[in-house]
């Protein structure tokens, strides 16, 4: 059973850093690629970064690009995103997801890709 735990979530003021971890644990990841999402209170969940497990290929969206980096430590079996420079937009409950990498329909910046998802953790930068 897949499961995928995140955790350092907090409080932050505006220009300042978080780093979220997410430990996934019940499989082999190496044709996955595993994925950030983001859900502020009445607004859509958005894609902010991913990263391939085997080739460590990242994507970013635009709104998090040079501020968010995505990485992943094949060892711990956890990936990472460390958010520099926030701002109170990124304030939202940040969640890991897990899909297979080579899918026909659906590419890493769609929820559709991912199969498994964590609980989430919030972050809520001050301004």
């Known amino acids: 059973q897949v499961q995928l735990v995140e955790s350092g979530g907090g409080l932050v003021q505006a220009g300042g850093s978080l780093r979220l971890s997410c430990a996934a644990s019940?499989?082999?990841?190496?044709?996955?690629?595993l994925g950030w999402f983001r859900q502020a209170p009445g607004r859509e969940r958005e894609f902010a970064a991913a990263i391939s497990w085997s080739s460590g290929r990242t994507y970013y969206s635009d709104s998090v690009k040079g501020r968010f980096t995505i990485s992943r430590d094949n060892g711990k079996n956890t990936v990472y995103l460390q958010m520099n420079s926030l701002k109170p937009e990124d304030t939202a409950v940040y969640s890991c997801a897990a899909g297979r990498e080579f899918n026909a329909r659906y590419g890493p910046t769609e929820d559709l890709l991912y199969a498994y998802w964590g609980q989430g953790t919030q972050v809520t930068v001050s301004s």
């Open positions: 019940g499989r082999t990841f190496s044709n996955y690629v």
